[in-house]
């Protein structure tokens, strides 16, 4: 085993660590899903830094059990909507539940997909259940947890950067596995779509649960 190095942090006044998280928190709550991108280019580097932070998440025994797909490409994107917009319109036509079609209706979704080709960038988020090395497979733990703590960096790290995400789950998803010639170990769990808001861009009057709604405590 390699030896343990040390991990320090500066100890901040009680003051500096309230503030730090209100800001943050501030900062945070400003966070909305949109569906209306503008397709304005964004910085590569800025999509290499928002996956790096997202890789930098706790995984189940380090394994960083995840592939993230960057998709600029026209014809890509392209080929993509395509098949996402074949199976919504199979879920919105009947694969949903009554029940699932009215939790949805105040957030005004359908099976249209437009904004899979106008976003600059997608990112598809793969989990890996185990890896494959030259001696066999690899088990991977807890990928599940690995991959949503991941995406929940990376959600993150995009909008902290000034940009806006979509959590796009268009079932079933293995045409992302197919189209992206992505090995058998490898199975998509999110298509996030990454860019600026359109002008005009709206999203829904949505209120977030009180903190006393979230959360019990025990003190
Ligand atoms: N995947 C579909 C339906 C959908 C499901 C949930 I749960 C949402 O929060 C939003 C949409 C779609 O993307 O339209």
Not at 102 to 128: N, W
């Amino acid at each position: 085993m390699k030896p343990f190095i040390p991990y320090s942090r500066p100890i901040l006044a009680e003051a500096k660590l309230i503030e730090n998280a209100a800001n943050f928190y501030a900062q945070m709550d400003t966070r909305r899903t949109i569906r209306d991108f503008s397709d304005k280019p964004v910085p590569r580097q800025v999509i290499a830094d928002i996956i790096k932070t997202a890789s930098s998440a706790p995984s189940g025994a380090h394994k960083q059990p995840w592939t993230f797909a960057v998709i600029s490409n026209p014809e890509m994107k392209r080929k993509i909507r395509v098949a996402a917009e074949e199976e919504e319109q199979k879920n919105y036509a009947g694969r949903m539940s009554e029940e699932w079609l009215r939790d949805l209706a105040p957030l005004g979704t359908d099976a249209s997909k437009p904004f899979i080709e106008i976003a600059p960038y997608l990112i598809v988020v793969f989990k890996r259940a185990y890896d494959i090395h030259p001696d066999g497979k690899h088990k991977n733990y807890y990928v599940n947890e690995s991959v949503g703590l991941a995406a929940g960096f990376l959600l993150a790290a995009i909008h902290q950067a000034g940009l806006c995400s979509l959590t796009h789950t268009p079932s079933p998803m293995n045409f992302l596995e197919k189209l992206l010639e992505r090995p058998s170990n490898e199975r998509a769990v999110l298509l996030i779509p990454v860019g600026y808001p359109a002008k005009g861009a709206t999203v829904p009057d949505l209120e977030r649960k009180p903190l006393d709604e979230v959360s019990v405590w025990w003190e």
